[in-house]
C-alpha cells in the first residue's frame, strides 16, 4: 500500500470513489462466502425484513453491534433479503449488479455471526449464480467460497440438494495440478497461495479460513524478503518476471494486504497481533502501523478515521503489484462502519458509508446513514451535499433498469427531504427538494406508479412550477383519466419564463391540449390549439440552430401529421436530420417518431427510406429494433413485398437477454409472442409486449383482438412510450387529423 501525505478525508475517498467512478465498483467480479465444518450451523430463526423496511434494518445492524438474538434474526433477515435482491438483478440480466448484491449481503455478516440457514432457497439461487461468474474469472479463492457455503447450507435443508460437488472436486484438482507445474519458483508458489487463501478468507466468514490466509500471508512475505536478498547478493541476476513482481508485491503490499483482511472483520486487535506475530512487521509502513495501534489503544471515532483516511487513499496504480481492489472494498466499508457506530454525526464518516452502501448493492440505506449527520449540521452545503447523492443514486439505478431499487432509494430518502423542505434552508440549497421529487416522478412513472408520480408533480407544482413539470403532470393527468385537469394545466404553460423564451416548449403543449381535446370530442377546441402549436413552432423555427433546429423541425413535423400534410411533414423531418448531424439522440427520435406515422399512415415506401438511412448512423439497439419491428409489421400488413431493409437493421440488434435482445429474437421469429411477454419486466416493457401481440393480431386480420388489446395498451401504466402513441393513432384512424392548414400559414 501506497502511503501519501496525509489529505481529509471527506476530499480523498470522494476523489477515490468519483476517479474510479459508480458504474466501475458495481462491476468488481466478485462474490461469496463459506462456512467451516466446525462452525455451528444452526437455522437462523431469521425475521422477515420487506424490501419498505430494508434500509432502516440495514442501518440498524451498522448502528449497533451488540449481539443479541434480536439482533442475529434482523442479521438473518436482512442478509437474506438482499440476496433476494441480487437474484432479481441476476433475472433483470444485470450480472455485475447480482455479484455485487451478493457481496453487500456478505459483508454485513462478521465472525461467528455466519448461519447458513439464514440464506434460504432463494439466497442459495444467488450464490449458485454468483459462483459461476466468480469461475468464469478464474477466482480460486472465491470460487471455493461459495461452493464451500453452498454445501453446507444445503446440507440443512432437507429438500435442498448440493449440485456444485463435481465442481468442487474439479476445483481442488485444478488448484493442486497448478501448484506443481515444472518451473515455479517459491515465489510464484507463495504468491499464489496468498492470492487464494486471501481470496477465500475475505467471504468465508470463518476463522480457520481467516488463520489459513494469514500464514500464507507470512509465507509470501517470506519469500519476498528471501528473493529481495537473493538479489541484492547478485543486481546481476535476471530473474522471471512473474518471481520479480511476486517479490515485489510481498514486501510493498502484504502488511496493508494482511492488515485490510483483518479490518474487513472489524478486528483491529487481530491485525496488529498479526503483524507483530509474522515478518510481516518488517514491510509495514510507518504510517499504518502507527494509526493501527491507536485504534487498538483507544478506539475512539477519529483513530478508526485515521485508518479509514488511509486506505481510502490507497488507489491501485498497477493492479499487479499492489493490494487487491475487492479486498480494498471490504476494509473500508467496515472502518467505515466501526468509525459510523462512534460518531454518526461526523459528515465524512457518514459520507464514506453511503458511498460504501452504493456500492455495495444497498443504495436505499445510504439516505438513513446520512441523516444524524445532516440533522446534526444542518448547514445549506451539507444538506445539497447529502441531496445531490440522493439525486446521483437515482440516476443510477434508473439508468441500471433496477426501478425497484429506485423506488426504495426514494422512500428512504422522504426524512432528508422533510429536513431540507424547512423554510430556513429554502432557496440555499442544490439540487432542490422538487429536483429531487421531479427525477423522482420520473422514475415513478416509468414504475408503472402514476398515482405516485402525480402525487410528486404536484407537490413540485407547488413549490417551484415550471413549464417541464406541468407538462409532465399534465400527461400522467391524461393518463389516469383527467383529461380537463390536463387542458386547463397545459393552457398555462405558455405563461412561464423558460416557454416564453423557448416556443418550442410552448408549442409541445399546444400539441398535447389539441390532442387530449380531440379525445374528449372537443374538435374545434382541438383544432384552434393545434392553429396555436403551428404559430409557436414556426416563431422557434425562426431562431433555431443546430440541435434546436433539428429538436424544432420535428415537433413542426408531429404538427403537420395532425393538419393532414404527409408531404410538408416528410419535408420537415428531412430538414431535422440535417440538422441534427452528430446528435444521435436527435437524429433516433427524429427516424422513430417518423417511422411510426409512416406505420399508422401504410406508408410503405416512406418507412423503407427512412429505415434504410437509420441503417448508416450511429444509432443504439434499441432504436433500431424499434424501427425494423414497425417496418417488417407494416410490410406483412400491406402485404408488400420487403426490400431487405427491416431484415437488415434487426440483424444488427445482438440477440441479448436485454429487452431490445428479446424484441430482436421475437422479430426474428426465434422466441414466440409468450416467451416475449414472459421476458418483460417493468411496466414498459409489459405494455410494448401486449402492444406487439396487437400488431400481430393486426397482421392476422383479427380485428377485434386487435383493438381490444390496443385499447388496453392505451388504458397501461404508462406515459410518453411510443406506442402509447401509435396506438392511440391506430384507434383513432382518420379522426386524429384536425382539418386544414390556416389560409395565413406559410410553411417553410
Not at 177 to 198: I, W
Request: glycine share 6%; aromatic share 4%.
Amino acid at each position: 500500500m501506497t502511503v501519501r501525505p496525509k489529505a481529509g478525508l471527506q476530499s480523498s475517498w470522494r476523489r477515490w470513489f468519483l476517479r474510479s467512478s459508480l458504474p466501475v465498483l458495481l462491476t468488481i467480479a466478485s462474490a461469496g462466502c463459506a462456512a467451516s465444518s466446525k462452525q455451528s450451523h444452526v437455522p437462523s430463526g431469521g425475521k422477515h425484513v420487506r424490501d419498505e423496511d430494508f434500509a432502516e434494518a440495514v442501518t440498524r445492524l451498522l448502528r449497533d453491534p451488540t449481539p443479541s438474538p434480536e439482533r442475529q434474526a434482523l442479521l438473518a433477515g436482512t442478509v437474506e433479503r438482499q440476496l433476494a435482491h441480487a437474484v432479481r438483478r441476476f433475472r433483470a440480466h444485470q450480472k455485475q449488479r447480482g455479484l455485487t448484491s451478493v457481496l453487500g449481503a456478505l459483508y454485513l455478516l462478521r465472525l461467528g455471526e455466519l448461519r447458513p440457514g439464514m440464506f434460504g432457497a432463494e439466497g442459495l439461487h444467488a450464490l449458485s449464480l454468483a459462483t459461476d461468474m466468480v469461475a468464469a474469472v478464474g477466482d480460486e479463492g472465491k470460487s471455493i467460497a461459495l461452493l464451500n457455503l453452498r454445501r453446507a447450507a444445503s446440507s440443512l435443508a432437507k429438500a435442498a440438494r448440493f449440485d456444485g460437488e463435481e465442481h468442487r472436486k474439479a476445483l481442488f484438482q485444478w488448484i493442486q495440478n497448478n501448484s506443481e507445474k515444472p518451473g515455479l519458483s517459491s515465489a510464484e508458489l507463495a504468491g499464489m497461495n496468498q492470492v487464494r487463501s486471501t481470496s477465500r478468507a475475505l467471504l468465508e466468514v470463518n476463522p480457520e479460513a481467516l488463520q489459513d490466509a494469514r500464514k500464507n500471508l507470512a509465507t509470501w512475505v517470506d519469500s519476498g524478503l528471501a528473493f529481495q536478498a537473493q538479489f541484492r547478493a547478485d543486481i546481476h541476476s535476471r530473474p522471471k518476471r512473474e518471481e520479480a513482481m511476486e517479490g515485489y508485491r510481498a514486501v510493498t503490499s502484504a502488511a496493508a494486504t494482511l492488515t485490510a483482511l483483518f479490518l474487513r472483520y472489524g478486528d483491529a486487535e487481530g491485525a496488529l497481533d498479526a503483524l507483530l506475530e509474522s515478518r510481516v512487521d518488517r514491510v509495514a509502513s510507518p504510517p499504518l502501523f502507527e494509526r493501527l495501534q491507536a485504534v487498538v489503544r483507544r478506539g475512539q471515532a477519529e483513530d478508526w478515521r485515521g485508518l479509514l483516511e488511509l486506505y481510502s487513499r490507497s488507489v491501485p496504480r498497477d493492479e499487479e503489484s499492489t493490494i487487491d481492489r475487492e479486498l480494498l472494498r471490504a476494509a473500508v466499508f467496515n472502518l467505515a462502519i466501526e468509525a459510523y457506530r462512534r460518531d454518526p454525526t461526523a459528515v465524512d464518516i457518514a459520507d464514506a458509508l453511503a458511498l460504501s452502501l452504493v456500492g455495495l448493492g444497498m443504495p436505499e440505506a445510504a439516505p438513513v446513514v446520512l441523516l444524524p449527520a445532516v440533522r446534526a449540521h444542518p448547514e445549506p452545503r451539507l444538506v445539497s451535499h447529502a441531496l445531490e447523492l440522493v439525486n446521483r443514486v437515482l440516476l443510477w439505478e434508473q439508468q441500471g433498469d433496477d426501478l425497484a431499487s429506485a423506488h426504495r432509494v426514494f422512500q428512504a430518502s422522504l426524512p432528508l427531504l422533510a429536513l431540507a423542505d424547512q423554510p430556513a434552508l429554502r432557496g440555499k440549497i442544490h439540487p432542490s427538494t422538487s429536483q429531487v421529487r421531479w427525477l423522482a416522478a420520473g422514475m415513478e412513472v416509468h414504475y408503472g406508479d402514476l398515482d405516485a408520480a402525480r402525487t410528486l408533480l404536484e407537490t413540485v407544482v407547488r413549490q417551484e412550477p415550471s413549464a417541464a413539470s406541468h407538462r409532465l403532470l399534465a400527461a400522467v393527468e391524461r393518463q389516469q383519466g383527467y383529461g380537463a385537469r390536463a387542458v386547463a394545466r397545459l393552457a398555462a404553460v405558455s405563461k412561464f419564463s423558460e416557454a416564453q423564451s423557448d416556443a418550442a416548449l410552448s408549442a409541445d403543449a399546444h400539441l398535447l391540449r389539441a390532442d387530449i381535446l380531440r379525445e374528449q370530442g372537443d374538435r374545434e377546441p382541438a383544432y384552434r390549439a393545434l392553429v396555436d402549436a403551428l404559430k409557436a413552432v414556426l416563431q422557434a423555427r425562426s431562431v433555431a440552430k443546430g440541435n434546436a433546429l433539428a429538436k424544432t423541425e420535428r415537433l413542426l413535423a408531429r404538427i403537420l401529421e395532425r393538419f393532414g400534410e404527409p408531404r410538408a411533414a416528410a419535408r420537415a423531418v428531412e430538414r431535422g436530420l440535417s440538422a441534427a448531424q452528430g446528435d444521435d439522440a436527435q437524429t433516433s427520435l427524429l427516424l422513430l417518431e417518423s417511422v411510426a406515422r409512416a406505420y399508422v399512415g401504410h406508408d410503405v415506401e416512406a418507412a423503407q427510406h427512412l429505415v434504410h438511412k437509420a441503417i448508416a448512423q450511429h444509432l443504439s439497439d434499441e432504436a433500431r429494433v424499434y424501427l425494423g419491428l414497425w417496418l417488417q409489421a407494416l410490410e406483412q400488413e400491406t402485404h408488400v413485398r420487403t426490400d431487405g431493409a427491416a431484415r437488415e437493421i434487426l440483424t444488427t440488434v445482438p440477440l441479448s437477454p436485454a429487452w431490445s435482445g428479446r424484441l430482436a429474437a421475437w422479430a426474428t421469429q426465434r422466441i414466440s409472442i409468450d416467451e416475449l411477454a414472459q421476458a418483460a419486466l417493468t411496466p414498459q416493457q409489459r405494455t410494448e409486449a401486449l402492444f406487439y401481440r396487437a400488431l400481430a393480431a393486426r397482421a392476422q386480420g383479427n380485428v377485434k383482438l386487435t383493438e381490444r388489446l390496443l385499447r388496453e395498451v392505451i388504458s397501461a401504466p404508462v406515459v410518453d412510450l411510443f406506442e402509447l402513441q401509435i396506438a392511440r393513432d391506430l384507434l383513432a384512424g382518420a379522426t386524429r387529423r384536425l382539418g386544414s392548414l390556416p389560409k395565413d400559414v406559410v410553411l417553410p
